[in-house]
């Protein structure tokens, strides 16, 4: 059974950083295009940082420049780098791998960002 599995959120105060994880055992995992998405209280999920088997990136236009997507193929992991966090970035964060119309979600991961 495929598990993708989130760690590394938590409470932050403004401008800080963290750096989230998700380990997902499916086949193949260079195959797989990662994205992370977030959602927060009353909102709808929304795509934060996207990343192509090839490794291409798209991002948000709020997170671009704070916020690095990246993966290691060898240890099946997708990271999120998220630096000087602001308070709107306070949401779940969730993976997800899509490959050939399979798609596959984590858990989710808390972020606070508050003084």
């Known amino acids: 059974q495929v598990q993708l599995v989130e760690s590394g959120g938590g409470l932050v105060q403004p401008g800080g950083s963290l750096r989230l994880s998700c380990v997902a055992s499916?086949?193949?995992?260079?195959?797989?295009?990662l994205g992370w998405y977030r959602q927060a209280p009353g909102k709808q999920r929304e795509l934060v940082a996207f990343?192509?088997?090839?490794?291409?990136?798209t991002y948000q236009d709020s997170v671009k420049g704070r916020f690095t997507i990246s993966r290691d193929n060898d240890g099946n992991t997708m990271y999120l780098q998220m630096n000087n966090l602001k308070p709107e970035d306070t949401a779940v964060y969730y993976c997800?791998?899509?490959?050939?119309?399979?798609?596959?979600w984590g858990q989710g991961t808390q972020v606070t960002v508050s003084s």
């Open positions: 990343i192509t088997s090839g490794d291409m990136t």
């Open positions: 499916v086949r193949i995992f260079s195959s797989y295009a």
């Open positions: 997800n791998a899509y490959f050939s119309g399979l798609s596959y």
